[in-house]
């Protein structure tokens, strides 16, 4: 009976954790509509309002075209009018009129509609009102939205007055364009997402409106112009077609008008028309009813899954073990390599015994294994110095260095002296190694030479850093070989390069891990950096010099990750 404790105890623990679940879901779910619906809401009126100012642009470059040119012909004004009339949503008519002093009439003189003249709305004191302020005031002034007579839809208009470009005291007229309301919102929705989200447009100011709505006054009834239903994405106008509980239409139907705020301000945005405020009311619509099937969704979910509990359990136990396991083995065996590629490199007894060179060296691998070689090994007098770097890190890079390692002992032993025939023997064993393991890894190698003060040096790699008393020398190795593994036979580009070392000169040999160590913001050592710390320190030791480019090297990294493998070698003779 013991037995089925773990099993009761995993079913009482699945269904209180698919309550638990479903509770979340539903607190989540109205969190999330919550905090998304005030970014939604600005994204919303920040399409409308740049949509409404690029419009509304329309008149000002206009007046500004007719201060520029006041001889301008009325095909050259229609011309120009067109283009504006034909490419900005909801435009209906541009046009440039004289006015009247005693009446502030205006009597127009060129006018570009879309349709017929008689969609223009009639001029009102609306009008005469917007007129003279924008004259007082010279800006650009708009007038309250008025139907449009064959459209069913309303429109505003908006008056620039135009100066003498010479005397800004002398009126000339005013530019008007003539908006739609309804056109102009249908445009500038379409490349939104405004899923379960309504609106209510209305002309007047926030706070007139927010006091209307809390009050219930006919305030908000009165300037209201236009509903957007999101599930039917459906502009309306007529208030007879809104829904029963619109509460943009009757306020104490609904006292709390916005579900997020009780001081409404969540909710309500504005909208800058010339001199105007308009108000937009936005509102989240979303279904309980799909929320509470979410709910129970996941509940249900949840219980479905308490069933296989036990054994899941004891399977991810079980896979978890096993995984540990060999982590653990695959970490001795990484161990046991990069162990293994330690024990090959030269010892530092074995470089204080090379008789008229001072030998410093240093590797850091970036991963357990480096893909990093070098070596140093003697035979009777004479000295040979390699050092290369495999594409990549890891296990496989570091088995194709200890390969190089092997291969050039090999040929050393068997006293095979001959630059290109060293590096083409080489690369055919490591190139058919790679084939037979089915990957894609190569290398640079360069190989070093010295006996008696001369140094040949052969193979591609890095630039070999030249330390004489006077300053520094760089010796670009491009030329002097090939990637080793890339092809069986590359034997025709080996050469080789001969330099002199005097008492105290020296050579520097580095991998790209050095020049190519970022700091935090991505910026690369570099080779002129490197040139710059061992011209410094010159006059130094091999092992100070070293040290030097180390130091500079880790400040350079500073607490950034190293991503290759660090290798340096300095000799002074």
Same mark, same amino acid.
């Given at each position: 009976?013991?037995?089925?404790?773990?099993?009761?105890?995993?079913?009482?623990?699945?269904?209180?954790?698919?309550?638990?679940?479903?509770?979340?879901?539903?607190?989540?779910?109205?969190?999330?509509?919550?905090?998304?619906?005030?970014?939604?809401?600005?994204s919303l009126v920040l399409a409308?309002?740049?949509?409404?100012?690029?419009?509304?642009?329309?008149?000002?470059?206009?007046?500004?075209?007719?201060?520029?040119?006041?001889?301008?012909p009325r095909e050259g004004f229609e011309q120009f009018s067109r283009t504006f009339v034909t490419r900005?949503?909801?435009?209906?008519e541009l046009g440039w009129a004289t006015i009247a002093p005693e009446t502030n009439n205006i009597s127009h003189l060129y006018s570009v509609s879309e349709n017929a003249s008689d969609d223009r709305p009639r001029q009102t004191d609306g009008d005469r009102r917007a007129i003279t302020k924008a004259i007082r005031s010279s800006i650009a002034v708009a007038t309250p939205p008025v139907p449009l007579t064959s459209h069913g839809d309303l429109a505003f208009t908006v008056y620039h007055p135009v100066y003498d470009s010479t005397d800004r005291e002398s009126l000339r007229g005013v530019v008007y364009g003539v908006y739609r309301v309804q056109y102009w919102l249908k445009i500038s929705l379409g490349a939104l997402n405004l899923e379960s989200l309504d609106f209510y447009l209305y002309g007047m100011p926030i706070d007139q409106l927010d006091?209307?709505?809390?009050?219930?006054?006919?305030?908000?009834?009165?300037?209201?112009?236009?509903?957007?239903?999101?599930?039917?994405?459906?502009?309306?106008?007529?208030?007879?077609?809104?829904?029963?509980?619109?509460?943009?239409?009757?306020?104490?139907?609904?006292?709390?008008?916005?579900?997020?705020?009780?001081q409404g301000? &969540?909710? $309500?945005?504005? @909208?800058?028309? =010339?001199?105007?405020?308009?108000? /937009?009311?936005?509102?989240? *619509?979303?279904?309980? !009813?799909?929320?509470?099937?979410?709910?129970?969704?996941? &509940?249900? $979910?949840?219980? @479905?899954?308490? =069933?296989?509990?036990?054994?899941? /359990?004891?399977?991810?136990? *079980?896979?978890?073990? !096993?995984?540990?396991?060999?982590n653990r083995r695959l970490s001795a065996e990484l161990q046991v390599s990069r162990q293994l590629q330690q024990m090959l490199l030269p010892t530092e007894s074995e470089l204080k015994q090379i008789s008229g060179l001072e030998i410093a060296t240093y590797m850091e691998p970036a991963d357990e294994v480096g893909g990093d070689y070098y070596d140093v090994?003697?035979?009777?007098?004479?000295?040979?110095?390699?050092?290369?770097?495999?594409?990549?890190?890891g296990l496989e890079s570091g088995v194709l260095a200890i390969m190089v390692q092997t291969a050039v002992r090999t040929l050393l032993e068997n006293?095979?002296?001959?630059?290109?025939?060293?590096?083409?023997?080489?690369?055919?064993?490591?190139?058919?190694?790679?084939?037979?393991?089915?990957?894609?890894?190569?290398?640079?190698?360069?190989?070093?030479?010295?006996?008696?003060?001369?140094?040949?040096?052969?193979?591609?790699?890095?630039?070999?850093?030249?330390?004489?008393?006077?300053?520094?020398?760089?010796?670009?190795?491009?030329?002097?070989?090939?990637?080793?593994?890339?092809?069986?036979?590359?034997?025709?580009?080996?050469?080789?390069?001969?330099?002199?070392?005097?008492?105290g000169d020296g050579v520097v040999l580095?991998?790209?891990?050095?020049?190519?160590?970022?700091?935090?913001?991505?910026?690369?050592?570099?080779?002129?950096?490197?040139?710059?710390?061992?011209?410094?320190?010159?006059?130094?030791?091999?092992?100070?010099?070293?040290?030097?480019?180390?130091?500079?090297?880790?400040?350079?990294?500073g607490r950034h990750k190293v991503y290759d493998d660090i290798t340096l070698l300095v000799l002074k003779r």
């Open positions: 009976m013991d037995s089925y404790i773990p099993v009761c105890l995993s079913a009482i623990a699945g269904v209180v954790l698919s309550i638990l679940a479903g509770t979340i879901v539903w607190q989540s779910e109205s969190d999330r509509i919550e905090e998304q619906f005030p970014e939604r809401a600005d409308l309002q740049n949509s409404l100012d690029e419009s509304l642009q329309v008149t000002r470059a206009t007046g500004t075209l007719l201060e520029a040119a006041p001889a301008l900005y949503p909801g435009l209906v006091s209307s709505l809390k009050k219930g006054t006919v305030g908000a009834q009165e300037n209201f112009l236009v509903f957007y239903d999101s599930q039917q994405r459906l502009l309306i106008t007529d208030r007879e077609q809104l829904p029963a509980t619109a509460i943009g239409m009757d306020a104490r139907s609904y006292p709390n008008y916005c579900p997020f705020d009780r301000t &969540t909710c $309500i945005r504005t @909208l800058s028309v =010339a001199d105007r405020e308009w108000s /937009l009311l936005v509102l989240p *619509r979303y279904s309980r !009813a799909t929320i509470i099937w979410r709910v129970g969704t996941i &509940t249900v $979910i949840g219980l @479905l899954f308490t =069933a296989l509990l036990v054994s899941f /359990l004891r399977s991810s136990v *079980r896979h978890h073990l !096993a995984t540990e396991a060999l090994l003697v035979r009777d007098s004479a000295v040979k110095i390699g050092i290369g770097d495999v594409t990549g890190h006293n095979e002296t001959d630059p290109q025939k060293f590096l083409d023997t080489i690369n055919r064993t490591i190139y058919h190694n790679v084939q037979r393991m089915k990957c894609e890894k190569n290398l640079s190698l360069c190989l070093l030479d010295y006996q008696e003060g001369i140094v040949k040096l052969s193979g591609q790699h890095e630039e070999a850093i030249v330390i004489r008393a006077n300053g520094i020398e760089r010796v670009d190795t491009i030329d002097l070989g090939f990637p080793i593994g890339l092809d069986t036979d590359i034997a025709q580009f080996f050469q080789k390069q001969r330099i002199l070392l005097d008492p580095y991998t790209d891990g050095i020049t190519e160590a970022e700091d935090a913001s991505g910026k690369f050592y570099g080779i002129d950096r490197l040139c710059a710390t061992i011209d410094r320190c010159r006059h130094k030791s091999a092992q100070e010099i070293l040290q030097a480019v180390i130091d500079d090297v880790r400040q350079h990294i």
